[in-house]
Nanobody
Framework: VQLQASGGGLVQAGGSLRLSCAGSGFTYPDYVIGWFRQAPGKEREGVSVISSSDGSSYYADSVRGRFTISSDNAKNTVYLQMNSLKPEDTAVYYC???????????????????WGRGTLVTVSS
């Protein structure tokens, strides 16, 4: 199982970025795919999760209404559209996959089995 996150970069506050998470070695509908982020000096936190099998999506309160997660199962790719970016969104963003996630753990990084390398998002003020 491999995950590859891409799409990070430098953007001004109020701008947008779209992150992609391309997977291989597994079938997306069988897994829950999550985006997590870690800012310098902070713990990794859940940002958004999608269950491709039923289309359910989840968002952290801090990004709800600004970020949208989606999946293209044919391409084994999950996207995170990030709009109205704020300096506090600056972090390394990771995508992860899990096959045995219960709802109460949906935003917990410890519940995910597979991780890709992160992509850096920097939002300037």
């Amino acid at each position: 199982v491999q995950l590859q996150a891409s799409g990070g970069g430098l953007v001004q506050a109020g701008g947008s970025l779209r992150l992609s998470c391309a997977g291989s070695g597994f079938t997306y509908p069988d897994y829950v795919i999550g985006w997590f982020r870690q800012a310098p000096g902070k713990e990794r936190e859940g940002v958004s999760v999608i269950s491709s099998s039923d289309g359910s999506s989840y968002y952290a309160d801090s990004v709800r209404g600004r970020f949208t997660i989606s999946s293209d199962n044919a391409k084994n790719t999950v996207y995170l559209q990030m709009n109205s970016l704020k300096p506090e969104d600056t972090a390394v963003y990771y995508c992860a996959a899990g096959s045995r996630i219960i709802n109460s753990q949906i935003m917990a990084s410890s519940a995910y089995e597979y991780w890709g390398r992160g992509t850096l998002v920097t939002v300037s003020s």
